[in-house]
């Protein structure tokens, strides 16, 4: 005879919720678990809650990215207005040499504090994505990847293209996000990959000018709409991780009343 057979022959009930019968035990403390308990898995509700706990901050997590997705912001935006008061200068293609020289110094001064928030917000989004998937499954929830596979995909060559996206669109989905948290994430995905071919098509257009001077102004107009794009695209990640931590906390909301 099954536990949950046993359980019914002796007319126990759940301990947690009362109403319900028991359909089997939890594996953590082997508590008779309910049907409803079952929304978390195969613990009950205590032992669901303490396994929460246990974890590291979301919420801490998702700060310290979105500060610096905040930060790489600024700084993408700086270096669009640069890249736009330099295409104002030009002179049929060319660059006058002092607006060359100004520029050159500007950027200089811009680019490793950027690079350093680049960095910086890579790093704390993928310990963030890392644990928002490891804290849905413990949930109970399926977002479709694990935590390592969810920030393995962003340096996998071509998979990193799309399945990164897969990965918060199913995480999205799986904490009960609807059609307008689909609509951001998607937002979101577009502006990052626009903005990245906008930058290959800058880094070639440069790569390739010495051989047609006039596609400097070409190059510069890319890096121009690379770095907005990218803007947009940091602006719409902070968007998704708020939006991702509120669906989270819903849940973890819903078992903390349930313990």
């Known amino acids: 005879m099954t536990s949950a057979s046993a359980a019914l022959a002796r007319d126990v009930v759940c301990p947690e919720h009362p109403t319900f019968k028991p359909v089997g035990t939890c594996s953590r403390c082997g508590r008779f678990i309910c049907a409803r308990c079952e929304t978390w898995g ?18 801490t997590r998702g700060s310290l990215a979105m500060g610096a997705l905040g930060l790489a912001a600024i ?10 008061w330099l295409i104002n200068r030009l002179q049929g293609g060319w660059v006058p040499r002092d607006a060359a020289a100004t520029y050159q110094r500007l950027w200089e001064l811009l680019r490793v504090p950027l690079l350093a928030v ?19 499954r413990v949930l109970g929830l399926d977002p479709g990847t694990t935590p390592g596979w969810a920030v393995a995909w962003w340096f996998i060559p071509l998979a990193h293209l799309f399945d990164p996206y897969l990965v918060v669109r199913g995480l999205c989905r799986s904490l009960g996000g609807h059609r307008s948290a689909k609509a951001a994430v998607t937002a979101w995905w577009t502006a990052w990959v626009l903005g990245g071919i906008a930058w290959i098509v ?13 596609l400097l102004t070409s190059a510069l107009l ?24 509120a669906l989270t906390d819903e849940c973890l909301d819903d078992v903390a009343e349930a313990s």
């Open 118 to 136: 680049l960095g910086l917000s890579a790093l704390f989004f993928l310990r963030w994505l890392h644990l928002a998937v490891r804290t849905a």
């Open 42 to 59: 195969d613990r009950c509700a205590a032992c669901e809650y303490r396994q929460l706990r246990e974890l590291p901050s979301l919420r």
């Open 75 to 84: 700084g993408l935006l700086l270096g669009a207005m640069l890249d736009g």
């Open 222 to 245: 890319a890096g121009f709409t690379a770095q907005v794009m990218l803007t947009l695209g940091a602006l719409l990640c902070m968007s998704v991780i708020a939006l991702i931590q």
């Open 202 to 214: 800058e880094q070639y257009l440069l790569w390739t000018r010495d051989s047609e001077p006039l």
